[in-house]
């Protein structure tokens, strides 16, 4: 199962496109022939040009937004919900609406909020391609795109999430949930103990990408 290592992010069955004379592993240039969604990419936006829906500077604008955000602003929305009970049920209530309060805007598509428990753990997958909250975690991980993560996370949660680090005990119920186009999934994670009286942006810096997909959980105060 990929996971991502410290230092760099590669699939944990080493499949290196190829390893520098350092040790450094290491994907090749990229110079085939388009796909048919690339080709498809590009004839779409010159089309929106064409038709002055959109001009080049509004979509280099908005692709600058989308690479701008980060899991710092997942980790925002978590923290204060840690922190702030009636946000915390707007966000439960209406993530998309909840999570716009804090400038993460996530356009038209819905966004669910899904609460780990003492009981209970959320993860996150889109079994049939990548679809993730970006408007709040940016762009997604390899493994999160990888089809044995996809597949497997479905079948055997547990074992996968123990490939990650993540053992959980056998009375926790595991609840997958599977992202669709419209619909992005995020998961809530349980505050760490030891952190009372803590303020929303102490706490968002224990806010891991991986606790808000539910394949980690967010990390003990140090």
């Known amino acids: 199962m990929p996971h991502d290592h410290a230092d760099h992010s590669h699939d944990h069955e080493h499949h290196h496109e190829g390893m520098s004379p350092s040790g450094h592993p290491y994907r090749k240039d990229q110079d085939g ?8 990419e590009i004839a779409v936006r010159e089309l929106l040009v064409e038709k002055g829906i959109f001009t080049p500077a509004e979509i280099s604008a908005a692709i600058g937004r989308m690479d701008a955000r980060s ?14 009970p009636a946000y915390k049920a707007r966000l439960m209530a209406d993530g998309s609406a909840a999570a ?9 598509l819905k ?12 993860v996150v ?16 991980p390899d493994w999160y795109k990888n089809r044995a993560y996809r597949s497997r996370v479905v079948r055997e949660p547990r074992k996968v999430l123990g ?14 949930h599977d992202s669709t186009a419209d619909m992005r999934y995020i998961v809530l994670p349980l505050r760490p103990d030891g952190t009372e009286g ?8 224990l806010v891991t990408r991986d606790s808000m997909i539910g394949v980690g959980v967010a990390s003990a105060p140090a």
């Not at 716009?100 to 038209?108: I, K, N, P, Q, R």
């Not at 490939?163 to 997958?176: A, N």
């Not at 803590?198 to 810096?205: D, I, P, T």
């Open 71 to 84: 899991p710092a602003d997942g980790a925002r929305v978590v923290a204060r919900a840690w922190t702030d």
């Open 198 to 205: 803590w303020s929303a942006e102490q706490l968002a810096a």
């Open 163 to 176: 490939e990650f680090g993540l053992d959980l005990p056998d009375t926790t119920r595991v609840r997958v």
């Open 100 to 108: 716009a309060e804090l400038g993460c805007t996530v356009d038209a």
């Open 33 to 40: 022939p388009l796909t048919h969604w690339q080709a498809m």
């Open 125 to 140: 997958v889109c079994t049939l391609c990548s679809c993730y909250p970006r408007n709040l975690l940016g762009l997604p």
């Open 111 to 122: 966004l669910v909020v899904v609460e780990n428990t003492a009981d209970t753990h959320n």
